[in-house]
């Protein structure tokens, strides 16, 4: 296995140790709200340390994009090692003890995601991937569904959650979906949807507004296991853009031809 996928393994599993704790005792958390149903607890901010501890200590040029501290200093050198995570995807899950939440990690080199980690703590679910390599669950191999048809296909979503400028819009995209897909499903953690797709619990996934520390780890972890990720139009400028499709090669083209006009 790879050093950095095997550093990057360690520090989730430490951000995940922190989360673990701090889910027996959701009465004592302290919560603060970034803005409209968007909350920050002290544990995102603990497990996103203990994170960056682990690949600093290991990596200490690389640069950092991170959910909650932001970028550090040498984000903007080109050929920059960049490590992009998500310490705590689903907080709003974990706050109500609803157990779908994951700890994200990704590591782009040269503006290409190279590395990938998606732990799951409530299942120790461990997802792993390195570029050119395969992606996994919990060290077997996994590859996206065999489905070809969209109406035969189980998709995730993701709902406005903050921002309801765009409610209106999603709905008109909810009804499409729903109409030409067997089920549609909105678990709250993006990077774990994501990873479902590649080892085939989803057939696609669709949502606007991500960001890249939403995508990043979940977006090679698909590639890896031979499905297609992009934008609403299919171009494959989705980690920055936000608004990102993903599936089966089939059920990917059958989904942009439904939500190519939805695209920015």
């Not at 501890?53 to 080109?78: F, K, M, Q, R």
């Not at 609403?232 to 089966?248: C, I, P, Q, R």
């Amino acid at each position: 296995m790879q050093p950095m996928l095997n550093t990057a393994i360690k520090a989730a599993r430490r951000g995940a140790a922190i989360i673990n704790r701090a889910s027996f005792e959701l009465d004592r958390l302290t919560v603060t709200q970034k803005g409209h149903n968007d909350f920050v607890t002290e544990v995102d901010r603990a497990a996103e340390q203990a994170i960056i501890e682990v690949l600093h200590t290991a990596y200490p040029g690389h640069a950092i994009l991170a959910e909650e501290s932001g970028g550090s200093d040498n984000l903007h050198d080109e050929n920059e090692n960049v490590w992009i995570i998500d310490p705590l995807d689903g907080t709003t899950n974990f706050i109500h003890g609803f157990p779908q939440y994951c700890v994200s990690i990704a590591l782009q080199q040269r503006g290409q995601v190279t590395q990938a980690v998606v732990y799951d703590p409530t299942r120790n679910d461990l997802f792993t991937a390195s570029k050119g390599r395969g992606a996994y669950l919990n060290e077997k191999r996994i590859r996206v569904t065999r489905a070809e048809k969209i109406a035969d296909a189980l998709i995730g979503t993701g709902f406005p959650y903050n921002d309801m400028s765009g409610l209106d819009e999603y709905v008109q995209m909810f009804r499409i979906m729903t109409q030409a897909c067997s089920g549609l499903r909105r678990p709250g953690a993006a990077a774990l949807d994501l990873a479902y797709v590649a080892c085939g619990r989803l057939d696609g996934f669709f949502e606007k507004g991500l960001k890249p520390w939403d995508v990043a780890a979940g977006s090679l972890l698909i590639t890896e296991a031979g499905g297609i990720v992009g934008t609403f139009a299919g171009e494959s400028d989705y980690l920055y853009k936000g608004d990102v499709l993903a599936g089966t090669p089939k059920v990917f083209a059958q989904m942009v031809q439904l939500l190519a006009p939805f695209s920015r």
